[in-house]
T-cell receptor, first 116, second 110 residues
Framework: DTAVSQTPKYLVTQMGNDKSIKCEQN?????MYWYKQDSKKFLKIMFS???????INETVPNRFSPKSPDKAHLNLHINSLELGDSAVYFC???????????????FGEGSWLTVV | GEDVEQSLFLSVREGDSSVINCTYT??????LYWYKQEPGAGLQLLTY?????DMKQDQRLTVLLNKKDKHLSLRIADTQTGDSAIYFC??????????FGKGTTLSVSS
């Protein structure tokens, strides 16, 4: 069973469209994250939710809106897609908020978004 | 600029040892991590070290931490072709999120 699953794995879409990436974790974790990996492979935190509440909101265009209907799901909606949004988006989860021993962060397989 | 620095590429022969280096800037980081990313896959946690430790060994992996110089290294003994991947160093800042380096691409030739 996949611990952190995200869909779709690949998405090609035109500029200006609105798209969503869904993420689900079946680990019973309280905290979920979205990371963005750009074309140079650099990984950066975008958002973090703890038990459905937003706790980290890095400087990200407000075209990106995370939504957490319950603590097992954290979806990422992107409005008015731009070429620069092309990247790999990783969902992740951890038992608790904060990074400390035993609080391992588990990553999904990634969603490859290409905006044309 | 990024807070965590790594060299971008490393090429070794199968059976040799690989050493991937990383420097970080936040002296308050309490945990430092190594993640592995295989082509087209997600991130897999390899190991982590607490900042009051100098060394941690886990099978073929050895992590060395020089807190004074803010230098972290990952040594892979007897490197295999299956070890070819991108290796990310990461530090915990403010205990809330991981800050990643740009990753080191390890290429293992047979």
């Amino acid at each position: 069973d996949t611990a952190v699953s995200q869909t779709p794995k690949y998405l090609v879409t035109q500029m200006g469209n609105d798209k969503s990436i869904k993420c689900e974790q079946n680990l019973g974790h309280d905290t979920m994250y979205w990371y963005k990996q750009d074309s140079k492979k650099f990984l950066k935190i975008m958002f973090s939710y703890n038990n459905k509440e937003l706790i980290i909101n890095e400087t990200v265009p407000n075209r990106f809106s995370p939504k957490s209907p319950d603590k097992a799901h954290l979806n990422l909606h992107i409005n008015s897609l731009e070429l620069g949004d092309s990247a790999v988006y990783f969902c992740a989860s951890s038992p608790l908020a904060g990074v400390f021993s035993g609080n391992t962060i588990y990553f999904g397989e990634g969603s490859w978004l290409t905006v044309v | 600029g990024e807070d965590v620095e790594q060299s971008l590429f490393l090429s070794v022969r199968e059976g040799d040892s690989s050493v991937i280096n990383c420097t970080y800037t936040d002296s308050s980081s309490t945990y430092l991590y190594w993640y592995k990313q295989e082509p087209g896959a997600g991130l897999q946690l390899l190991t982590y070290i607490f900042s009051n430790m100098d060394m941690k060994q886990d099978q073929r992996l050895t992590v060395l931490l020089n807190k004074k110089d803010k230098h972290l290294s990952l040594r892979i003994a007897d490197t295999q072709t299956g070890d070819s991947a991108i290796y990310f160093c990461a530090e915990s800042q403010a205990g809330t999120a991981l800050i990643f380096g740009k990753g080191t691409t390890l290429s293992v030739s047979s």
